[in-house]
């Protein structure tokens, strides 16, 4: 059975930090992309950041470039999300996602509805 679960998550001061990690099992991770999803009360689930299958290429959403950091381990069969510089805005449940690509795809999409799998979600609470 595939499975995501998502930990890491958790309250943090205005600039701290957090290492959210997304396990997978149940299927082979090199064939998947990842990606990293938010949604806080009230609004639209919002991507916040991809890597891809090949090469690891990986995309990030505006509001986060240069704060969070994704990474993926297939050995260890995780893929990691670093958040630096939190900020009060980025309050949400974190969701990852999966879908599987073929070897000849090129980077990946920030875009929730291309996902097949997800996890349950982590909170993150960023307050003083």
């Known amino acids: 059975q595939l499975q995501l679960v998502e930990s890491g998550g958790g309250l943090v001061q205005p600039e701290g930090s957090l290492r959210l990690s997304c396990a997978v099992s149940g299927f082979t991770l090199d064939y998947y992309d990842i990606g990293w999803f938010r949604q806080a009360p009230g609004k639209e689930r919002e991507a916040v950041s991809c890597i891809s299958r090949s090469v690891s290429r990986t995309n990030y959403a505006d509001s986060v470039k240069g704060r969070f950091t994704i990474s993926r381990d297939n050995a260890k069969k995780t893929v990691y999300l670093i958040m630096n510089s939190l900020k009060p805005e980025d309050t949400a449940v974190y969701y990852c996602?999966?879908?599987?690509?073929?070897?000849?795809?090129?980077?990946?999409?920030?875009?929730?509805?291309?996902?097949?799998?997800w996890g349950q979600g982590t909170q993150v609470t960023v307050s003083s």
């Open positions: 996602a999966a879908k599987r690509r073929n070897p000849a795809s090129r980077g990946c999409v920030l875009l929730y509805s291309f996902y097949d799998y």
